[in-house]
């Protein structure tokens, strides 16, 4: 039983630990950054790295050569279809709640708006961050020949802000624990699988028991390539819901850092989404999905309240305007590349940061 382990002294702990190996590796690529380069214009994870490499570098990445032990083939089965089947909501539910909730936990709140990456093109960041996620639900991920470049990169830019915030951020409190520590890590990951389910639910759409267990543990495996320590990891929605409570008591309250990260989302939805329907009713979304507890720390109001069934509706069109539900995996991917990059001007990728703070 994980429950044990969900103390504020344990969380406490979490809060000063970051990733080492991930940390150590971008201290190299600083050193070395046409290696940044090099990994940036990589469509997949090389079979053989150039003798160039250092070490470090090598034992990072050979990680993603390797299926974890924790893998249950059946759960990753399972957690695949239900994204290759609700993949659209999936995605939007992680604009409109995911990412939303993490902006009302005030110290990961304070990491966005340090590293400065969101508030430059949100829209941008939010593309990526959809990106990420369908990298990550790739069909056959876990099970067979993988390709988690994504993953890697994710890690890495974790570390690089890491990096950044220490080198540069000169009113960092250490009361405030590292940047993206592991308390960090695991209420992120909680947005996006637990946070998600409840999402479904909160559209009076059925998610089993079983999904959101094969969800949970979906994430735990994304979490092992993250660098998160997955013994906090929760094992079954029971231990999940316990974790994000006590995570949302210890972190959920108004910071004008939240406010600002909102408030820059709220204004990409109403002026570049496509559906302006959607774009309309974006801040009464947001509200019905985070509550009034979430809605007070992150300054919105819901100014009208429709019956749930029309906010489901809306969301099936999801954040890049996909038409409605895709049928496969690979229509949805097809359809958000295309859109994303229509309303972009650009092919969003995932980059490792390449210029230097001044």
């Known amino acids: 039983m994980k429950m044990e382990l969900y103390t504020d002294g344990n969380l406490d702990g979490l809060r000063q630990q970051t990733d080492q190996l991930a940390d150590e590796a971008v201290r190299i690529l600083m050193s070395n950054t046409e290696l940044i380069d090099m990994i940036n214009a990589w469509e997949k994870i090389p079979d053989l790295l150039p003798e160039n490499f250092p070490k470090v570098l090598h034992k990072l990445i050979s990680i993603y050569r390797e299926i974890p032990p924790m893998v249950n083939p059946g759960k990753v089965k399972l957690a695949q279809d239900f994204f290759e089947k609700n993949g659209s909501l999936y995605l939007a539910l992680l604009g409109f709640y995911s990412l939303p909730i993490c902006y009302a936990y005030e110290d990961g709140a304070r990491v966005l708006i340090k590293s400065k990456r969101i508030m430059e093109e949100p829209g941008i960041r939010l593309a990526e961050t959809a990106l990420f996620v369908l990298d990550a639900f790739r069909p056959g991920n876990f099970l067979q020949e993988s390709n988690l470049l994504s993953l890697l990169k994710v890690r890495l830019i974790h570390a ?161 305007n996909q038409q409605g539900k895709m049928s496969t995996y690979s229509a949805l991917r097809r359809q958000f590349t295309i859109n994303a990059e229509n309303q972009f001007g650009q092919v969003v990728s995932l980059n490792l940061p390449i210029q230097k703070r001044s």
């Open 160 to 320: 690089f802000s890491r990096y950044f915030i220490q080198k540069y951020v000169r009113d960092w409190v250490p009361g405030w624990g590292q940047p993206i520590n592991q308390e960090d890590l695991l209420g992120t990951n909680l947005a996006f699988s637990l946070i998600i389910t409840r999402g479904f639910r909160k559209l009076n759409k059925t998610v089993t028991l079983d999904q959101a267990d094969a969800v949970l543990h979906y994430w735990k495996i994304i979490g092992h390539y993250l660098g998160l320590n997955v013994d906090f990891w929760p094992e079954n929605p029971k231990e999940a819901f316990a974790l994000e409570k006590m995570i949302r008591k210890r972190h959920l309250r108004p910071s004008a850092h939240g406010k600002v990260l909102m408030a820059s989302l709220l204004n990409y939805y109403r002026a570049s989404v496509v559906n302006p329907a959607l774009a309309g009713i974006a801040e009464d979304l947001v509200c019905y999905f985070v509550g009034m507890e979430g809605s007070k720390a992150l300054g919105i109001h819901k100014n009208i309240s429709l019956p749930t069934g029309l906010y489901g509706l809306m969301l099936q069109f999801g954040l890049f």
